[in-house]
């Protein structure tokens, strides 16, 4: 049977398309190369399939079974795989893009940058060239410079939390601070209310670097770059593989990226609050020796606890591999290869060349 006759049977509905699976169970669909874009193919049964090259993109196959389907080259650029079964199947060299939903699959890894079957050792990765507005793309080294301001500017307002923290161990009356042509000091409630709001300025700058850097990471695809980014020495980035350690990851994330929470120490009064005297603990916020603290800390806390939600999750996503497809690092090594051998032959003429002319000179 032609793959134009698999085409029409499975432009009849999914339906009958499955019923046709189960008569001919000895048959592997032939669609290669073929478009089955935009099509509503829910819970249709592609195993075994031939699908390389095929252009699949922007089709709907929810819970569609996949398994061990030939998909090298596909286009699945904007297509549904939410719960459908991609067991065994080869993605090498397929490309999906970031409309590509893939929810709760099964049979392979859910990467930063895409889909990976260990079965067959392939990933399909997001494409490489996105839109030109997006000024995005592989470059690890853009995303380690991103991942590195981003931890700069962290590490300084974890020091505001420690020298807040120091107001609570050591409770000194007040602590000096230099400045460019003198030095503050500050007692422990007006410094918490600076560090409040340097803390806000601060992670509102961590938040859009480690963004950048993780949407750059959508587009690397190689092996190099997930050496780079995966290993990069900054806790809320670095990817952890083994289960345990990734747990013991994610507790120090969260306390490195909530710290700030420690400020609020300083603008209540907890022998009030511990009675139950609501009142009295309202009666000393509003009395707080702070310019504008009743109504500027309310706003500030609510900008950095919501910095603080969006950094975690931020830090989460980095805790997916970044994934490349082998058949193509392979290819790369055979074409670096092909490439250093013409060099070398080319060098090997070009001295036989300059031999001669020196023997003829002579």
Same mark, same amino acid.
């Given at each position: 049977?032609?793959?134009?006759?698999? *085409?029409?049977?499975?432009?009849?509905?999914?339906?009958? @398309?499955?019923?046709?699976?189960?008569?001919?169970?000895?048959?592997?669909?032939?669609?290669?190369? +073929?478009?089955?874009?935009?099509?509503?193919?829910?819970?249709?049964?592609?195993?075994?399939?031939?699908?390389?090259?095929? /252009?699949?993109?922007?089709? /709907?196959?929810?819970?569609?079974?996949?398994?061990?389907?030939? +998909?090298?080259?596909?286009?699945?650029?904007?297509?549904?795989?939410?719960?459908?079964? +991609?067991? !065994?199947?080869?993605?090498?060299?397929?490309?999906?893009?970031?409309?590509?939903?893939?929810?709760?699959?099964?049979?392979?890894?859910?990467?930063?940058?895409?889909?990976?079957?260990?079965?067959?050792?392939?990933?399909?990765?997001?494409?490489?060239?996105?839109? #030109?507005?997006?000024?995005?793309?592989?470059?690890?080294?853009?995303?380690?410079?991103?991942?590195?301001?981003?931890? %700069?500017?962290?590490?300084?307002?974890?020091?505001?939390?420690?020298?807040?923290? +120091?107001?609570?161990?050591?409770?000194? %009356?007040?602590?000096?601070?230099?400045?460019?042509? #003198?030095?503050?000091?500050?007692?422990? &409630?007006?410094?918490?209310? *600076?560090?409040?709001?340097?803390?806000?300025?601060?992670?509102?700058?961590?938040?859009?670097?480690?963004?950048?850097?993780?949407? !750059?990471?959508?587009?690397? /695809?190689?092996?190099?770059?997930?050496?780079?980014?995966?290993?990069?020495? @900054?806790? $809320?980035?670095?990817?952890?593989?083994?289960?345990?350690?990734?747990?013991?990851?994610?507790?120090?994330?969260?306390?490195?990226?909530?710290?700030?929470?420690?400020?609020?120490?300083?603008?209540? %009064? @907890?022998?009030?609050?511990?009675? !139950?005297?609501?009142?009295?603990?309202?009666?000393?916020?509003?009395?707080?020796?702070?310019?504008?603290?009743?109504?500027?800390?309310?706003?500030?806390?609510?900008? *950095?606890?919501? $910095?603080?939600?969006?950094?975690?999750?931020?830090?989460?996503?980095?805790?997916?591999?970044?994934?490349?497809?082998?058949?193509?690092?392979?290819?790369?090594?055979?074409?670096?290869?092909?490439?250093?051998?013409?060099?070398?032959?080319?060098?090997?003429?070009?001295?036989? &060349?300059?031999?001669?002319?020196? /023997?003829?000179? #002579?």
């Amino acid at each position: 049977m032609s793959d134009s006759e698999h *085409l029409r049977i499975l432009r009849q509905g999914v339906i009958i @398309w499955n019923q046709w699976r189960q008569e001919h169970a000895d048959i592997c669909p032939d669609l290669h190369d +073929l478009s089955l874009a935009a099509l509503d193919l829910r819970g249709v049964n592609l195993s075994g399939a031939n699908l390389s090259g095929a /252009n699949l993109s922007k089709a /709907n196959l929810v819970e569609a079974n996949f398994a061990e389907a030939d +998909l090298r080259g596909a286009d699945l650029r904007g297509a549904d795989l939410s719960r459908s079964n +991609l067991s !065994g199947v080869n993605f090498s060299k397929s490309t999906i893009d970031i409309f590509t939903m893939y929810q709760d699959v099964q049979g392979c890894d859910i990467g930063v940058n895409g889909l990976y079957s260990s079965l067959t050792d392939s990933a399909a990765l997001l494409r490489i060239d996105p839109p #030109g507005n997006s000024m995005q793309g592989a470059n690890a080294d853009a995303v380690i410079e991103s991942l590195r301001h981003a931890r %700069k500017l962290h590490t300084f307002s974890l020091l505001l939390a420690g020298i807040a923290m +120091l107001f609570i161990v050591i409770k000194p %009356k007040t602590i000096t601070l230099p400045y460019l042509s #003198g030095s503050f000091k500050f007692d422990d &409630l007006s410094y918490s209310f *600076l560090a409040t709001i340097l803390s806000t300025v601060l992670l509102s700058q961590v938040s859009s670097f480690i963004d950048s850097g993780l949407q !750059g990471a959508h587009y690397l /695809n190689d092996r190099r770059a997930a050496m780079l980014v995966g290993h990069f020495p @900054w806790l $809320l980035s670095k990817y952890e593989s083994e289960p345990a350690n990734r747990r013991q990851s994610k507790v120090m994330r969260f306390f490195l990226v909530f710290h700030p929470v420690i400020y609020i120490y300083f603008f209540l %009064k @907890w022998d009030v609050l511990f009675s !139950g005297d609501w009142q009295g603990v309202m009666q000393h916020y509003q009395e707080m020796p702070v310019i504008f603290g009743e109504y500027l800390l309310p706003v500030f806390y609510v900008i *950095l606890i919501k $910095l603080c939600i969006h950094i975690f999750k931020l830090s989460e996503g980095f805790q997916k591999p970044i994934l490349f497809d082998t058949e193509t690092e392979r290819g790369r090594h055979s074409d670096m290869e092909r490439l250093a051998e013409a060099v070398e032959k080319q060098a090997s003429r070009t001295a036989e &060349l300059v031999e001669l002319m020196r /023997n003829r000179e #002579g």
